[in-house]
Protein backbone atom coordinates (compact mmCIF):
# COMPACT_ATOMS: atom_id res chain seq x y z
CA UNK A 1 0.00 0.00 0.00
CA UNK A 2 1.26 3.60 -1.15
CA UNK A 3 2.68 5.11 2.34
CA UNK A 4 1.54 9.11 1.53
CA UNK A 5 -1.47 8.08 0.26
CA UNK A 6 -2.61 5.75 3.26
CA UNK A 7 -0.77 8.68 5.52
CA UNK A 8 -2.95 11.63 3.73
CA UNK A 9 -6.44 9.47 4.00
CA UNK A 10 -5.84 8.34 7.24
CA UNK A 11 -5.07 11.93 8.32
CA UNK A 12 -8.12 13.18 6.21
CA UNK A 13 -10.34 11.02 8.22
CA UNK A 14 -9.43 11.56 11.44
CA UNK A 15 -9.91 15.23 11.14
CA UNK A 16 -13.43 15.38 9.43
CA UNK A 17 -14.93 12.52 11.12
CA UNK A 18 -12.60 13.03 14.76
CA UNK A 19 -11.48 9.81 14.50
CA UNK A 20 -8.91 8.03 16.58
CA UNK A 21 -5.31 7.16 14.71
CA UNK A 22 -5.36 4.12 16.45
CA UNK A 23 -9.07 3.36 14.22
CA UNK A 24 -6.78 3.78 11.38
CA UNK A 25 -6.33 0.17 9.84
CA UNK A 26 -6.61 -1.05 6.59
CA UNK A 27 -9.34 -3.51 7.51
CA UNK A 28 -11.46 -1.22 9.17
CA UNK A 29 -14.91 -1.12 7.66
CA UNK A 30 -16.22 2.66 6.62
CA UNK A 31 -19.35 2.50 7.72
CA UNK A 32 -19.37 -0.76 10.37
CA UNK A 33 -16.36 0.43 12.24
CA UNK A 34 -15.70 4.01 11.99
CA UNK A 35 -19.54 4.99 12.20
CA UNK A 36 -19.85 6.83 8.89
CA UNK A 37 -23.62 6.80 7.01
CA UNK A 38 -24.22 7.84 3.83
CA UNK A 39 -24.14 11.42 4.48
CA UNK A 40 -20.69 11.32 5.71
CA UNK A 41 -19.40 9.33 2.93
CA UNK A 42 -20.52 12.54 0.79
CA UNK A 43 -18.39 14.40 2.71
CA UNK A 44 -15.70 11.71 2.42
CA UNK A 45 -15.58 12.21 -1.39
CA UNK A 46 -15.44 16.16 -0.63
CA UNK A 47 -12.58 15.39 1.92
CA UNK A 48 -10.55 13.42 -0.69
CA UNK A 49 -11.00 15.41 -3.65
CA UNK A 50 -9.44 18.34 -1.77
CA UNK A 51 -6.91 16.25 -0.53
CA UNK A 52 -5.55 15.12 -3.51
CA UNK A 53 -6.80 17.62 -5.42
CA UNK A 54 -8.62 15.85 -8.57
CA UNK A 55 -12.69 15.00 -8.62
CA UNK A 56 -13.77 12.00 -8.18
CA UNK A 57 -16.13 11.34 -11.63
CA UNK A 58 -17.08 7.91 -11.32
CA UNK A 59 -19.38 7.99 -7.90
CA UNK A 60 -20.57 4.73 -8.53
CA UNK A 61 -17.13 3.03 -7.86
CA UNK A 62 -17.48 4.26 -4.30
CA UNK A 63 -20.15 2.12 -3.86
CA UNK A 64 -18.42 -0.73 -3.89
CA UNK A 65 -15.69 0.95 -0.85
CA UNK A 66 -16.23 -0.91 2.08
CA UNK A 67 -12.99 -0.56 4.55
CA UNK A 68 -9.75 2.30 4.08
CA UNK A 69 -8.27 -0.46 2.46
CA UNK A 70 -10.77 -0.21 -0.46
CA UNK A 71 -10.61 3.69 0.13
CA UNK A 72 -6.50 4.01 -0.89
CA UNK A 73 -7.24 1.15 -3.91
CA UNK A 74 -9.58 3.57 -5.37
CA UNK A 75 -6.92 6.84 -5.02
CA UNK A 76 -4.57 4.63 -6.39
CA UNK A 77 -6.94 3.81 -9.42
CA UNK A 78 -8.04 7.65 -9.43
CA UNK A 79 -4.90 8.84 -10.01
CA UNK A 80 -3.40 6.50 -12.33
CA UNK A 81 -6.57 7.03 -14.83
CA UNK A 82 -6.40 11.09 -14.15
CA UNK A 83 -2.17 10.75 -15.66
CA UNK A 84 -3.29 8.40 -18.56
CA UNK A 85 -5.77 11.15 -19.50
CA UNK A 86 -3.45 14.15 -18.61
CA UNK A 87 -0.88 12.07 -21.26
CA UNK A 88 -3.68 12.14 -23.93
CA UNK A 89 -4.19 8.66 -23.65
CA UNK B 1 -60.84 34.58 30.28
CA UNK B 2 -59.63 30.90 29.58
CA UNK B 3 -61.22 27.85 30.12
CA UNK B 4 -60.93 24.62 32.78
CA UNK B 5 -57.20 24.17 31.48
CA UNK B 6 -54.48 22.66 32.98
CA UNK B 7 -51.93 24.62 34.80
CA UNK B 8 -48.21 25.38 32.92
CA UNK B 9 -45.02 26.00 35.00
CA UNK B 10 -41.45 26.01 34.23
CA UNK B 11 -39.28 23.57 35.91
CA UNK B 12 -35.38 24.30 34.10
CA UNK B 13 -33.58 27.45 32.64
CA UNK B 14 -30.98 27.21 30.21
CA UNK B 15 -28.70 29.92 28.62
CA UNK B 16 -25.98 30.55 26.21
CA UNK B 17 -25.51 34.23 26.41
CA UNK B 18 -22.96 36.78 24.93
CA UNK B 19 -21.87 36.42 29.05
CA UNK B 20 -21.33 32.90 28.08
CA UNK B 21 -22.43 29.65 28.90
CA UNK B 22 -25.26 29.13 31.87
CA UNK B 23 -28.41 30.86 32.47
CA UNK B 24 -26.80 32.17 36.64
CA UNK B 25 -23.65 33.89 34.81
CA UNK B 26 -26.28 35.48 32.66
CA UNK B 27 -28.79 36.31 35.65
CA UNK B 28 -25.21 37.24 37.63
CA UNK B 29 -23.86 39.60 34.97
CA UNK B 30 -27.29 41.40 34.38
CA UNK B 31 -27.60 41.44 38.18
CA UNK B 32 -24.19 43.63 38.20
CA UNK B 33 -25.46 45.91 35.82
CA UNK B 34 -22.41 44.40 33.13
CA UNK B 35 -22.84 44.93 29.46
CA UNK B 36 -22.20 42.04 27.23
CA UNK B 37 -21.73 43.78 23.83
CA UNK B 38 -18.17 44.38 22.42
CA UNK B 39 -16.69 45.73 18.86
CA UNK B 40 -18.48 44.18 16.03
CA UNK B 41 -15.08 42.36 14.23
CA UNK B 42 -14.60 42.38 10.90
CA UNK B 43 -17.38 45.42 10.44
CA UNK B 44 -15.32 47.53 8.35
CA UNK B 45 -14.61 45.29 5.70
CA UNK B 46 -18.17 45.28 4.90
CA UNK B 47 -18.92 48.78 2.45
CA UNK B 48 -21.63 51.10 3.80
CA UNK B 49 -21.91 49.51 7.30
CA UNK B 50 -22.08 52.27 10.05
CA UNK B 51 -22.42 49.72 13.10
CA UNK B 52 -19.47 49.28 15.64
CA UNK B 53 -20.94 46.98 18.04
CA UNK B 54 -22.23 43.62 18.48
CA UNK B 55 -22.85 40.99 21.43
CA UNK B 56 -21.04 37.71 20.45
CA UNK B 57 -21.14 34.44 22.35
CA UNK B 58 -17.41 34.04 23.74
CA UNK B 59 -16.20 30.59 22.26
CA UNK B 60 -17.66 27.50 23.71
CA UNK B 61 -16.13 23.74 23.78
CA UNK B 62 -19.12 22.28 21.25
CA UNK B 63 -17.22 18.87 21.13
CA UNK B 64 -19.67 17.32 24.06
CA UNK B 65 -21.93 17.14 21.57
CA UNK B 66 -21.34 14.12 19.43
CA UNK B 67 -19.86 14.49 15.68
CA UNK B 68 -23.07 12.81 14.38
CA UNK B 69 -25.10 15.40 15.50
CA UNK B 70 -23.14 18.47 15.60
CA UNK B 71 -22.30 18.06 12.20
CA UNK B 72 -25.85 19.55 11.42
CA UNK B 73 -26.18 22.40 13.59
CA UNK B 74 -25.49 25.69 12.81
CA UNK B 75 -23.89 27.77 15.60
CA UNK B 76 -27.46 28.71 17.23
CA UNK B 77 -28.20 25.05 16.86
CA UNK B 78 -24.89 24.53 19.11
CA UNK B 79 -26.19 27.00 21.56
CA UNK B 80 -29.80 25.83 21.72
CA UNK B 81 -28.36 22.48 22.66
CA UNK B 82 -26.15 23.35 25.62
CA UNK B 83 -28.82 25.03 26.54
CA UNK B 84 -31.38 22.54 25.92
CA UNK B 85 -28.88 20.50 27.82
CA UNK B 86 -28.63 23.27 31.03
CA UNK B 87 -32.54 23.36 31.01
CA UNK B 88 -33.19 20.03 31.60
CA UNK B 89 -30.75 19.26 34.36
CA UNK B 90 -31.69 22.24 36.11
CA UNK B 91 -35.55 20.63 35.76
CA UNK B 92 -33.95 17.16 37.13
CA UNK B 93 -35.11 15.90 33.64
CA UNK B 94 -31.83 14.27 33.15
CA UNK B 95 -34.07 11.05 32.39
CA UNK B 96 -36.50 13.11 30.05
CA UNK B 97 -39.32 10.95 28.71
CA UNK B 98 -38.43 10.65 24.84
CA UNK B 99 -41.63 11.45 23.71
CA UNK B 100 -41.36 14.95 25.14
CA UNK B 101 -41.45 17.38 22.41
CA UNK B 102 -40.30 21.48 21.82
CA UNK B 103 -41.37 24.32 20.70
CA UNK B 104 -37.77 26.51 19.40
CA UNK B 105 -38.09 29.63 17.40
CA UNK B 106 -35.62 31.26 15.53
CA UNK B 107 -35.49 34.48 13.17
CA UNK B 108 -35.00 32.31 10.03
CA UNK B 109 -32.65 29.42 9.06
CA UNK B 110 -28.68 29.79 9.87
CA UNK B 111 -27.48 33.65 8.24
CA UNK B 112 -23.51 32.59 8.48
CA UNK B 113 -24.88 29.13 7.15
CA UNK B 114 -26.47 31.02 4.41
CA UNK B 115 -23.86 33.25 3.86
CA UNK B 116 -21.21 30.11 3.05
CA UNK B 117 -23.80 28.41 0.46
CA UNK B 118 -24.55 31.28 -1.45
CA UNK B 119 -20.90 32.49 -1.74
CA UNK B 120 -20.21 29.11 -3.11
CA UNK B 121 -22.58 28.37 -4.85
CA UNK B 122 -22.79 31.89 -6.92
CA UNK B 123 -18.84 32.08 -7.19
CA UNK B 124 -18.71 28.25 -8.13
CA UNK B 125 -22.00 27.60 -10.07
CA UNK B 126 -22.32 24.49 -7.90
CA UNK B 127 -22.10 22.96 -4.54
CA UNK B 128 -18.32 22.98 -4.52
CA UNK B 129 -16.59 21.59 -1.28
CA UNK B 130 -20.01 22.31 0.94
CA UNK B 131 -20.32 19.74 3.03
CA UNK B 132 -23.79 17.48 2.66
CA UNK B 133 -24.76 18.87 5.97
CA UNK B 134 -25.33 22.55 4.96
CA UNK B 135 -29.02 22.68 3.77
CA UNK B 136 -30.00 21.08 6.91
CA UNK B 137 -28.70 24.05 8.48
CA UNK B 138 -30.44 26.35 6.41
CA UNK B 139 -33.83 24.76 7.11
CA UNK B 140 -36.67 27.24 9.18
CA UNK B 141 -36.63 24.28 11.45
CA UNK B 142 -32.98 23.00 11.44
CA UNK B 143 -32.58 24.05 15.60
CA UNK B 144 -35.71 22.22 16.80
CA UNK B 145 -34.57 19.10 14.37
CA UNK B 146 -31.07 19.44 15.14
CA UNK B 147 -31.90 19.72 18.58
CA UNK B 148 -34.97 17.03 18.47
CA UNK B 149 -32.60 14.85 17.15
CA UNK B 150 -29.83 15.14 19.57
CA UNK B 151 -31.99 14.48 22.48
CA UNK B 152 -33.70 11.97 20.78
CA UNK B 153 -37.55 13.11 20.87
CA UNK B 154 -40.21 11.97 19.32
CA UNK B 155 -42.70 14.37 20.45
CA UNK B 156 -44.00 17.12 18.96
CA UNK B 157 -41.78 19.44 16.75
CA UNK B 158 -42.98 23.16 16.71
CA UNK B 159 -40.61 25.70 14.80
CA UNK B 160 -41.87 29.24 14.63
CA UNK B 161 -39.49 31.16 12.56
CA UNK B 162 -41.12 34.82 12.97
CA UNK B 163 -38.26 37.28 13.72
CA UNK B 164 -37.74 38.75 16.55
CA UNK B 165 -40.55 37.54 18.39
CA UNK B 166 -39.78 33.51 17.81
CA UNK B 167 -38.66 32.57 20.63
CA UNK B 168 -41.48 33.99 22.88
CA UNK B 169 -44.18 32.81 20.44
CA UNK B 170 -42.64 29.64 21.29
CA UNK B 171 -42.86 29.52 24.56
CA UNK B 172 -46.34 30.14 24.26
CA UNK B 173 -47.02 27.73 21.54
CA UNK B 174 -45.62 25.47 24.66
CA UNK B 175 -47.91 26.93 26.84
CA UNK B 176 -51.11 26.89 24.77
CA UNK B 177 -50.10 22.96 24.02
CA UNK B 178 -49.90 22.04 27.78
CA UNK B 179 -52.47 23.44 28.62
CA UNK B 180 -54.95 22.44 26.41
CA UNK B 181 -53.84 18.83 27.64
CA UNK B 182 -52.02 17.52 24.32
CA UNK B 183 -48.63 17.19 25.99
CA UNK B 184 -47.09 17.02 29.68
CA UNK B 185 -43.76 18.48 28.83
CA UNK B 186 -42.52 20.39 26.63
CA UNK B 187 -38.50 22.28 25.78
CA UNK B 188 -39.36 25.63 24.84
CA UNK B 189 -37.69 28.82 23.66
CA UNK B 190 -35.29 30.25 21.05
CA UNK B 191 -32.08 30.82 19.35
CA UNK B 192 -30.02 33.53 17.17
CA UNK B 193 -26.47 33.49 15.68
CA UNK B 194 -24.91 36.64 14.67
CA UNK B 195 -24.03 36.87 10.85
CA UNK B 196 -22.56 40.78 9.71
CA UNK B 197 -25.77 39.88 7.39
CA UNK B 198 -28.30 40.76 10.08
CA UNK B 199 -26.36 43.84 11.52
CA UNK B 200 -26.28 45.36 7.43
CA UNK B 201 -30.18 44.48 7.08
CA UNK B 202 -31.05 46.54 10.45
CA UNK B 203 -28.58 49.10 9.44
CA UNK B 204 -29.86 49.29 5.56
CA UNK B 205 -33.61 49.98 7.09
CA UNK B 206 -32.04 53.07 9.43
CA UNK B 207 -33.11 50.86 12.59
CA UNK B 208 -29.36 49.70 13.70
CA UNK B 209 -27.21 51.57 16.52
CA UNK B 210 -23.79 53.70 14.92
CA UNK B 211 -22.77 54.50 18.86
CA UNK B 212 -18.65 54.30 18.37
CA UNK B 213 -18.74 52.70 22.39
CA UNK B 214 -20.49 48.75 22.10
CA UNK B 215 -21.14 49.66 26.54
CA UNK B 216 -23.43 52.67 25.62
CA UNK B 217 -24.49 51.88 22.18
CA UNK B 218 -27.87 50.14 22.96
CA UNK B 219 -30.02 52.74 24.70
CA UNK B 220 -33.81 51.51 25.40
CA UNK B 221 -36.07 54.36 25.66
CA UNK B 222 -33.05 56.73 25.91
CA UNK B 223 -33.58 60.25 24.02
CA UNK B 224 -30.23 59.72 22.88
CA UNK B 225 -30.95 56.10 21.16
CA UNK B 226 -30.25 55.68 17.65
CA UNK B 227 -31.16 52.13 17.09
CA UNK B 228 -30.66 48.55 18.21
CA UNK B 229 -27.72 46.40 18.71
CA UNK B 230 -27.77 42.59 17.31
CA UNK B 231 -26.70 39.57 19.56
CA UNK B 232 -26.88 35.99 19.36
CA UNK B 233 -27.39 33.38 22.32
CA UNK B 234 -30.06 30.61 23.16
CA UNK B 235 -32.97 30.33 26.05
CA UNK B 236 -34.14 26.93 26.57
CA UNK B 237 -37.15 26.23 29.56
CA UNK B 238 -39.00 23.43 30.11
CA UNK B 239 -42.77 23.48 30.28
CA UNK B 240 -44.49 20.69 32.43
CA UNK B 241 -48.27 20.69 33.29
CA UNK B 242 -48.65 20.88 36.68
CA UNK B 243 -49.57 17.80 38.27
CA UNK B 244 -46.46 15.85 35.76
CA UNK B 245 -44.30 18.95 37.59
CA UNK B 246 -45.85 17.74 40.76
CA UNK B 247 -45.83 14.26 40.87
CA UNK B 248 -42.18 13.77 40.38
CA UNK B 249 -41.50 16.59 42.75
CA UNK B 250 -39.68 18.92 39.90
CA UNK B 251 -38.13 22.57 41.30
CA UNK B 252 -41.34 24.93 39.62
CA UNK B 253 -39.16 28.52 39.14
CA UNK B 254 -42.43 30.32 37.41
CA UNK B 255 -46.06 29.38 36.43
CA UNK B 256 -47.24 30.49 33.16
CA UNK B 257 -50.54 32.11 33.42
CA UNK B 258 -51.28 34.03 30.21
CA UNK B 259 -50.30 34.48 26.93
CA UNK B 260 -51.83 36.56 23.62
CA UNK B 261 -50.54 37.09 19.98
CA UNK B 262 -51.86 39.44 17.58
CA UNK B 263 -50.61 40.70 14.42
CA UNK B 264 -50.68 44.52 12.77
CA UNK B 265 -50.92 44.57 9.18
CA UNK B 266 -50.67 48.17 8.79
CA UNK B 267 -47.30 48.49 8.14
CA UNK B 268 -44.10 46.17 7.49
CA UNK B 269 -41.97 47.82 9.76
CA UNK B 270 -43.38 50.16 11.86
CA UNK B 271 -44.90 49.11 15.11
CA UNK B 272 -48.49 49.59 15.83
CA UNK B 273 -49.18 51.30 19.77
CA UNK B 274 -53.01 49.99 19.46
CA UNK B 275 -52.13 46.77 18.44
CA UNK B 276 -50.05 45.95 21.58
CA UNK B 277 -51.86 47.15 23.78
CA UNK B 278 -54.58 45.08 22.84
CA UNK B 279 -52.11 41.79 22.68
CA UNK B 280 -51.21 42.95 26.52
CA UNK B 281 -54.44 43.31 27.25
CA UNK B 282 -55.41 39.73 25.70
CA UNK B 283 -52.55 38.31 27.85
CA UNK B 284 -53.99 39.60 31.07
CA UNK B 285 -57.57 38.60 30.36
CA UNK B 286 -56.31 35.27 29.56
CA UNK B 287 -54.45 35.17 33.44
CA UNK B 288 -57.74 36.30 34.79
CA UNK B 289 -55.40 39.09 36.46
CA UNK B 290 -55.53 43.11 36.13
CA UNK B 291 -53.66 45.35 35.49
CA UNK B 292 -52.85 46.47 38.94
CA UNK B 293 -52.24 42.76 39.55
CA UNK B 294 -48.89 43.12 37.60
CA UNK B 295 -45.80 44.64 39.60
CA UNK B 296 -43.17 44.74 36.59
CA UNK B 297 -42.84 44.49 32.91
CA UNK B 298 -39.75 43.19 30.83
CA UNK B 299 -40.59 45.20 27.50
CA UNK B 300 -39.15 44.38 24.26
CA UNK B 301 -37.96 47.38 23.79
CA UNK B 302 -34.86 46.97 21.48
CA UNK B 303 -33.89 50.73 21.49
CA UNK B 304 -35.19 51.76 17.75
CA UNK B 305 -37.03 54.80 17.93
CA UNK B 306 -40.10 53.91 16.57
CA UNK B 307 -40.52 50.90 18.30
CA UNK B 308 -40.12 52.05 21.82
CA UNK B 309 -42.56 54.42 21.34
CA UNK B 310 -45.01 52.28 20.70
CA UNK B 311 -44.68 49.69 23.42
CA UNK B 312 -44.13 52.66 26.26
CA UNK B 313 -47.16 54.45 24.63
CA UNK B 314 -49.01 51.03 24.61
CA UNK B 315 -47.69 50.28 28.10
CA UNK B 316 -48.87 53.62 29.65
CA UNK B 317 -52.42 52.79 28.08
CA UNK B 318 -52.59 49.26 29.38
CA UNK B 319 -50.88 49.87 33.05
CA UNK B 320 -50.75 53.09 33.48
CA UNK B 321 -47.72 55.16 34.93
CA UNK B 322 -46.92 53.06 37.99
CA UNK B 323 -45.45 49.95 37.19
CA UNK B 324 -41.88 49.47 36.91
CA UNK B 325 -40.83 48.82 32.93
CA UNK B 326 -37.66 47.92 31.97
CA UNK B 327 -35.03 46.60 29.18
CA UNK B 328 -32.22 44.25 29.18
CA UNK B 329 -31.24 45.03 25.95
CA UNK B 330 -29.45 47.85 27.35
CA UNK B 331 -26.70 45.11 28.16
CA UNK B 332 -27.90 42.17 26.13
CA UNK B 333 -28.42 44.10 23.15
CA UNK B 334 -31.18 42.39 20.64
CA UNK B 335 -30.67 38.67 20.42
CA UNK B 336 -33.39 38.38 18.31
CA UNK B 337 -35.24 35.01 18.24
CA UNK B 338 -33.47 34.27 21.78
CA UNK B 339 -34.65 37.23 23.67
CA UNK B 340 -37.78 36.16 24.25
CA UNK B 341 -36.61 33.24 25.89
CA UNK B 342 -33.11 34.92 27.35
CA UNK B 343 -35.53 37.70 28.64
CA UNK B 344 -37.99 35.96 30.37
CA UNK B 345 -35.62 33.53 32.00
CA UNK B 346 -33.93 36.89 33.58
CA UNK B 347 -37.70 38.10 34.14
CA UNK B 348 -37.97 34.95 36.25
CA UNK B 349 -34.82 35.60 38.55
CA UNK B 350 -35.77 39.25 39.00
CA UNK B 351 -39.48 38.09 40.13
CA UNK B 352 -37.82 35.11 42.41
CA UNK B 353 -35.12 37.95 43.65
CA UNK B 354 -37.96 40.11 44.60
CA UNK B 355 -35.33 43.41 42.92
CA UNK B 356 -36.11 44.93 39.92
CA UNK B 357 -33.38 45.99 37.63
CA UNK B 358 -33.06 49.08 35.62
CA UNK B 359 -32.53 49.53 32.29
CA UNK B 360 -29.28 50.47 31.02
CA UNK B 361 -27.89 53.85 28.98
CA UNK B 362 -31.29 54.55 30.24
CA UNK B 363 -30.20 58.46 31.39
CA UNK B 364 -32.95 60.75 29.61
CA UNK B 365 -36.21 59.56 29.20
CA UNK B 366 -37.68 59.80 25.60
CA UNK B 367 -41.04 62.00 27.01
CA UNK B 368 -42.11 60.09 23.08
CA UNK B 369 -42.57 56.98 24.93
CA UNK B 370 -45.15 57.96 27.04
CA UNK B 371 -45.50 58.44 30.72
CA UNK B 372 -44.01 55.36 32.37
CA UNK B 373 -42.08 54.24 35.15
CA UNK B 374 -38.73 53.25 33.89
CA UNK B 375 -36.29 52.84 36.85
CA UNK B 376 -32.81 54.20 36.69
CA UNK B 377 -31.38 52.05 39.71
CA UNK B 378 -32.27 48.48 41.37
CA UNK B 379 -35.00 47.99 43.53
CA UNK B 380 -36.60 45.75 46.23
CA UNK B 381 -39.78 44.96 46.03
CA UNK B 382 -42.42 42.11 45.95
CA UNK B 383 -43.11 40.79 42.41
CA UNK B 384 -45.35 38.35 41.90
CA UNK B 385 -46.28 38.82 38.35
CA UNK B 386 -44.45 40.12 35.19
CA UNK B 387 -45.61 40.84 31.70
CA UNK B 388 -42.91 39.88 29.07
CA UNK B 389 -43.49 41.23 25.87
CA UNK B 390 -41.89 40.93 22.03
CA UNK B 391 -42.33 41.64 18.87
CA UNK B 392 -41.67 41.49 15.08
CA UNK B 393 -40.78 42.66 11.80
CA UNK B 394 -44.51 41.86 10.28
CA UNK B 395 -46.07 43.37 12.69
CA UNK B 396 -46.00 39.95 15.07
CA UNK B 397 -46.90 40.74 18.61
CA UNK B 398 -46.51 38.58 21.90
CA UNK B 399 -47.40 38.94 25.62
CA UNK B 400 -46.60 36.37 28.01
CA UNK B 401 -47.50 36.63 31.67
CA UNK B 402 -45.36 34.55 34.67
CA UNK B 403 -46.49 34.35 37.78
CA UNK B 404 -44.70 33.09 40.95
CA UNK B 405 -45.93 29.11 41.79
CA UNK B 406 -48.32 28.88 44.77
CA UNK B 407 -49.97 25.82 45.22
Redesign the interface.
Same mark, same amino acid.
Given at each position: MPEKIWKTVASAMIEE??LEPGQMVPEARIKDDL?L *?S? *?V? *?MV?VL??AFDFKIQDKAALKKIITMSDVVDFIVATMAAEKVEAAGG | MKGPWERVVITGVGAVSPFGLGADLLCAKIGQGECALGPLPGGDRVKDLGVKAAGLVPEIDAKSIP? &?FR?SMSPMGIFACLAAREALSNARLEDYPHDMGLAVGTTMGSPQTMTEFFSEYLSRNGFG???? &?TFFKIMGHGVASSLALSLGLTGRTLAPSAACVAGLLAIGLGYETIASGRAQVLLCGGAEEFDVLTALTFDHILAASHHPDPAKASRPFDLDRDGLVCSEGAGLLVLESLPQALSRRAPIVAEITGFATNTAPANLVHPDSESIAQCMAQALDDSGLTAADVQAINAHATATVEGDRAEGRAIEKIFGSQTPVNSFKGQLGHTMAASGALELILSISMMNNNCFLPTRNLETIDPECGSLRLPKESQKCMISAIMKNSFALGGVNASLIIEKYEA
Open positions: FEG *DL *DV *DIET | R &TRNLRS &T
